[in-house]
């Protein structure tokens, strides 16, 4: 997930890469949450499977990507990205 137009647009051409474009996440928790609902909507993922997750800390600075994340899908009346 990228603000950035021009990013989603590159990342588009890389395999195993699925990016959209959307409003920047407002902290690392939502981040988490949006990302695993856009997986379980596109139906990339299934409750209780697990997604990777890279990130930038902080938002916003390009050339930052420093987290990797493994998060598990839950249903959307559950809270995503908790660890199991």
Known sequence: MTPDRGTARRL?????????????????TDM??????Q?????????????VITAG?????PGTTNVLRIARVQRSEEKSGTRA
């Open 12 to 28: 588009a051409l890389v395999w195993g890469v699925h990016c959209v474009h959307t409003d920047d996440a407002t902290g690392f």
């Open 32 to 37: 988490v949450e949006r990302a695993c609902a």
């Open 39 to 51: 997986a379980l909507d596109a139906g990339h993922a299934a409750p209780g499977e697990r997604i």
């Open 57 to 61: 800390v902080p938002f916003g600075t």
